[in-house]
């Protein structure tokens, strides 16, 4: 099993930025592909961005150019860099992880990003 803990939410005005982290605890050898959701209010969870094991990297087409995932493998923890934020992004963002390059076995229980305009 593996335990994922996000921390770095928050409230910040349109503009500003944030850096989420994500820790994983217990079985994290296993783990390779980390991503991050973000669901908001009343609507589906969305994948923002995921890293695999060998740092390979995809983005949301609304986030490219403005969003940033790492991971350092060492820890094990996974980080989403978000700058330029727009009041679009508010929502709870969870982190994720896999023992496979795709797919999601493991959840965090999220954190909030409020963004005000």
């Known amino acids: 099993q593996v335990q994922l803990v996000e921390s770095g939410g928050g409230s910040v005005q349109a503009g500003g930025s944030l850096r989420l982290s994500c820790a994983a605890s217990?079985?994290?050898?296993?783990?390779?592909?980390m991503a991050w959701f973000r669901q908001p209010p009343g609507r589906q969870r969305e994948l923002v961005a995921a890293?695999?094991?060998?740092?390979?990297?995809n983005y949301a087409d609304s986030v490219k150019g403005r969003f940033t995932i790492s991971r350092d493998n060492a820890k094990p923890t996974s980080y989403l860099q978000m700058n330029n934020l727009k009041p679009e992004d508010s929502a709870v963002y969870l982190c994720?992880?896999?023992?496979?390059?795709?797919?999601?076995?493991?959840w965090g229980q999220g954190t909030q990003v409020t963004v005000s305009s």
């Open positions: 890293i695999t094991s060998d740092k390979s990297t």
């Open positions: 217990g079985s994290t050898s296993s783990i390779n592909r």
């Open positions: 994720s992880a896999s023992k496979l390059p795709f797919g999601s076995n493991f």
